[in-house]
Antibody
Framework: EVQLVESGGGLVQPGGSLRLSCVAS????????MNWVRQAPGKGLEWISY????????YYADSVKGRFTISRDSAKNSLFLQMNSLRAEDTAVYYC????????????????????WGRGTLVTVSS | EIVMAQSPATLSVSPGERATLSCRAS??????VAWYQQKPGQAPRLLIY???TRATGTPARFSGSGSGTEFTLTISSLQSEDFAVYYC??????????FGGGTKVEIK
C-alpha cells in the first residue's frame, strides 16, 4: 500500500515563503509521476503542479506559476513544493498525489488522475 | 482551459435510494474523466476513471457513464458511508488538470 505523508505547512505572512515536503512509502516512487493539489477552506480541489518521474518535466497552474517550484529527490522518496511570494489566496490544505499507474506484462502506463493522496498539510497565509 | 461544471451543488437523498450526479465539460474530453469521493477531514479517494472504470476497491453500486461533454456518476443504493462530496476531473487536455466544483450528497 502506498502512503504519502506531507509536512511543512504552517502560518506564514503574505509575501513569505514555505517549503512543503511529501515522503512516499513505496518502492516505485522513482517511476511515479507526482502532483500537488490544494483545497482552500470550504472550497473545491485545485490542481497546482506536476512533475514527471524523471523530474525533467514540470507543469504549473497559472495561479502559482512563477511563484511555486516543484521538485523531487527520488533517492529519498521525496516530493517538494517551494512556495514563494505567498498570498492570502494560497491558504489551503496542500495534498501530494500520485498519478494513476498500472503495470502489466512488464509494461507500465500512467494517467494524470490521482490514485493515492496524502492526508494534506495546512498552509495559512495571514498577517 | 477546460471547465468542469457539476450539478446539483447539493443532493439530498435517503439511504437506499439512487443518486445521480452530473458533470459537464466545456469542451469534449472524450472519456477522460475521473470521479473522486471526499469525506470531511479526509483526502479525496479515486472512485472511477475512464468515465466508467471502477478503481480498485470501488463498490459495484458506484457506476460512471458518459463521453464527450456529459458525464454521470450513479450510486445505485446509497449507504451511510456514501454521504460525502463528489468531484469530477478531466485529464484529456492539460495543463491544467481541472476539477468540477463538487456535489455534496447529504442525508434527506
Amino acid at each position: 500500500e502506498v502512503q504519502l505523508v506531507e509536512s511543512g505547512g504552517g502560518l506564514v505572512q503574505p509575501g513569505g515563503s514555505l517549503r512543503l515536503s511529501c515522503v512516499a512509502s513505496t518502492f516505485t516512487f522513482s517511476n511515479d509521476n507526482m502532483n500537488w493539489v490544494r483545497q482552500a477552506p470550504g472550497k473545491g480541489l485545485e490542481w497546482i503542479s506536476y512533475i514527471s518521474s524523471s523530474g525533467s518535466t514540470m507543469y504549473y497552474a497559472d495561479s502559482v506559476k512563477g511563484r511555486f517550484t516543484i521538485s523531487r529527490d527520488s533517492a529519498k522518496n521525496s516530493l517538494f513544493l517551494q512556495m514563494n511570494s505567498l498570498r492570502a489566496e494560497d491558504t489551503a490544505v496542500y495534498y501530494c498525489a500520485r498519478d494513476w499507474g498500472s503495470c502489466s506484462g512488464g509494461s507500465c502506463a500512467s494517467l494524470p488522475l490521482f490514485d493515492y493522496w496524502g492526508r494534506g498539510t495546512l498552509v495559512t497565509v495571514s498577517s | 482551459e477546460i471547465v468542469m461544471a457539476q450539478s446539483p451543488a447539493t443532493l439530498s437523498v435517503s439511504p437506499g435510494e439512487r443518486a445521480t450526479l452530473s458533470c459537464r465539460a466545456s469542451h469534449s474530453v472524450n472519456n477522460d474523466v475521473a470521479w473522486y469521493q471526499q469525506k470531511p477531514g479526509q483526502a479525496p479517494r479515486l472512485l472511477i476513471y475512464g468515465a466508467s472504470t471502477r478503481a480498485t476497491g470501488t463498490p459495484a453500486r458506484f457506476s460512471g457513464s458518459g463521453s464527450g461533454t456529459e458525464f454521470t456518476l450513479t450510486i445505485s443504493s446509497l449507504q451511510s458511508e456514501d454521504f460525502a462530496v463528489y468531484y469530477c476531473q478531466q485529464y484529456k487536455t492539460w495543463p491544467p488538470l481541472t476539477f468540477g466544483g463538487g456535489t455534496k450528497v447529504e442525508i434527506k
